[in-house]
């Protein structure tokens, strides 16, 4: 199964120590702007991911 995307974002970044965001897509040019790909109103950093984004707070019932 492939999960939903807060559960494969924390697992990614459990995994690798790392993950590729928005931020680090729009630095190699693979990506048009550095926000948020769920509510596009902050910049899409790990920090930003996991603990501001109320889109993946909702998904995982942490409220908002």
Do not use: Y
Not at 14 to 40: I, K, M, N, P, Y
């Amino acid at each position: 199964s492939n999960g939903e995307p807060a559960d494969r974002l924390l697992s990614d970044v459990v995994r690798t120590g790392s993950s590729w965001t928005e931020v680090a897509a729009f630095w190699v040019g693979q990506a048009e702007d550095q926000l948020c790909r769920r509510w596009g109103m902050e910049e899409e950093t790990v920090e930003h991911t996991i603990w501001r984004c109320d889109v993946l707070k909702d998904q995982m019932g942490r409220g908002g």
